[in-house]
């Protein structure tokens, strides 16, 4: 059987609403450590002097379940390349700051209690191509103008989807989009209440779902794209497609949220949703 993942990515990454100036890192020796738990981000440290103390995990060098610090590497990348999250790495390396790495230094990149012997991947089967289409309001749709352009457009933004009411690309993220999406898409103010409103019914025996203005992008796209033949041939969505929709936003704006889906959030949650 054929498996198909159509994925509809809201670009929250691609599009910023206010010029920010880049953080300014400190790397010299005497960086103290990050005290909040952000994302590791500093690059390994080089690796110390003949005669220096050995560098930890030495011992381990070679071994399933152990990966060796290479030039450029950080805890955050390791993480993604092993499978793994990036604190698990930290809390079973002993590392105090996540930010300091050094180059030769051996990481344990398995659990603890893991059988290194017996741990493998596997491809999955016919997994096809897999195709990223960044969704966005048309009242924002900074990514999509730009797409047409080819370059940078900045657009007037006014949306009832206040997370991505952004109107200027970000210009680390554009080279990146530029090159590696299939098309741009964009999606009307005026179909997010139907998919807000169905998830708070459920109308289909499933738990009911709070997802707000923003967070329901994705499935009301999905919803219009399932009633327009044309686009679902585009998207190649049939009986046996699967589609993962990710919603990370609930009742953000609850005056909003009750006036669109008639319900609280409370409401919603308890089975009684108008």
């Given at each position: 059987?054929?498996?198909?993942?159509?994925?509809?990515?809201?670009?929250?990454?691609?599009?910023?609403s206010?010029?920010?100036?880049?953080?300014?890192?400190?790397?010299?020796?005497?960086?103290?450590?990050?005290?909040?738990?952000?994302?590791p981000s500093?690059?390994?440290?080089?690796?110390?002097?003949?005669?220096a103390?050995?560098?930890?995990?030495?011992?381990?060098?070679?071994?399933?379940?152990?990966?060796?610090?290479?030039t450029?590497?950080?805890?955050?990348?390791?993480a993604?390349?092993?499978?793994?999250?990036?604190?698990?790495l930290?809390?079973?390396?002993?590392?105090?700051?996540?930010n300091?790495?050094?180059?030769?230094?051996?990481?344990r990149?398995?659990?603890p209690?893991?059988?290194?012997?017996?741990v493998?991947?596997?491809?999955?089967?016919?997994?096809?191509?897999?195709?990223?289409?960044?969704?966005?309001p048309?009242?924002?749709a900074?990514?999509y103008?730009?797409?047409?352009?080819?370059?940078?457009?900045?657009?007037?933004?006014?949306?009832?989807?206040?997370?991505?009411?952004?109107?200027?690309?970000?210009?680390?993220?554009?080279p990146?989009l530029?090159?590696?999406?299939?098309a741009?898409?964009?999606?009307?103010?005026?179909?997010?209440?139907?998919?807000?409103?169905?998830?708070a019914?459920?109308?289909?025996?499933?738990?009911?779902?709070?997802?707000g203005?923003?967070?329901?992008?994705?499935?009301?796209?999905?919803?219009?794209t399932?009633?327009d033949?044309?686009?679902?041939?585009?998207?190649?969505?049939?009986?046996?497609?699967?589609?993962?929709?990710v919603?990370?936003?609930?009742?953000?704006?609850?005056?909003?949220?009750?006036?669109?889906?008639?319900?609280?959030?409370?409401?919603?949650?308890?089975?009684?949703?108008?």
């Amino acid at each position: 059987m054929r498996w198909l993942a159509a994925l509809l990515v809201v670009a929250l990454a691609g599009c910023t609403s206010s010029a920010r100036k880049a953080p300014v890192e400190d790397r010299s020796v005497a960086a103290k450590p990050a005290a909040a738990a952000s994302a590791p981000s500093a690059m390994a440290a080089p690796a110390p002097e003949a005669g220096a103390k050995p560098l930890p995990g030495i011992e381990n060098a070679g071994k399933p379940g152990y990966y060796t610090v290479k030039t450029g590497d950080t805890l955050l990348r390791i993480a993604l390349d092993t499978g793994q999250n990036w604190r698990d790495l930290a809390r079973w390396n002993n590392l105090d700051n996540p930010n300091l790495v050094e180059v030769g230094q051996v990481l344990r990149v398995l659990p603890p209690n893991a059988d290194a012997g017996v741990v493998a991947t596997r491809a999955v089967p016919n997994a096809g191509r897999v195709e990223t289409r960044p969704l966005e309001p048309r009242g924002a749709a900074c990514l999509y103008e730009s797409g047409k352009a080819g370059r940078i457009v900045q657009v007037p933004a006014h949306t009832e989807m206040s997370c991505l009411d952004a109107g200027d690309p970000s210009p680390l993220a554009w080279p990146i989009l530029k090159q590696g999406v299939a098309a741009f898409a964009v999606i009307e103010d005026a179909v997010i209440a139907d998919a807000m409103t169905l998830l708070a019914r459920s109308p289909f025996g499933d738990p009911p779902v709070v997802a707000g203005n923003s967070a329901i992008a994705g499935l009301s796209a999905l919803l219009s794209t399932a009633r327009d033949p044309a686009q679902r041939a585009a998207l190649k969505l049939g009986p046996e497609s699967r589609v993962l929709l990710v919603a990370s936003e609930g009742d953000a704006d609850r005056d909003s949220y009750r006036a669109i889906v008639g319900s609280t959030a409370e409401e919603v949650w308890a089975g009684r949703a108008a």
